[in-house]
């Protein structure tokens, strides 16, 4: 079955590309080549993660829905294969700090 499919986070990391590009969510490895295309708010927020642990983030926007959550097996490529003591590249705090400046300029001019 593709789905127990062990991939290393080396193989991964290896798929960080806007026209290549896979993530990790829990302990799933998937491609989200095409969807990234189509997101809604822009490929930026899954190229962020391209090639990294996305799961902090993808489980926290809530405008990600029960079908996305059952809809993201179907870009499953395997599992990923942990190693003790690997560490694994997450964006998710470039990405807060970039929301809170963000914030933080548009509270600045409309509040001036
Ligand atoms: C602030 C960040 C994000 C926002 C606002 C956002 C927003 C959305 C929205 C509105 C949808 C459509 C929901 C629906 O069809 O019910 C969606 C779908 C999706 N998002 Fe995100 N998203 C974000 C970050 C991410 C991240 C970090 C990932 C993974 C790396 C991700 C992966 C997906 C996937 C796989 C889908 C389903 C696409 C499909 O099946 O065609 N999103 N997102």
Redesign the pocket.
Known sequence: MADKKEITYQEVAKHNKADDCW?IIDNGVYN?TE?MK????GPF??KL?AGKE?TW??KR?L???E??FK??EKYRVGTLKRVEGEKIPNNSQLFITFAIIIIALVAFFLLK
């Open positions: 993530v989200l969807q189509t997101h809604p708010p927020m899954i993660f996305a983030l993808f926007v405008l990600h829905s079908k996305v809809n993201k």
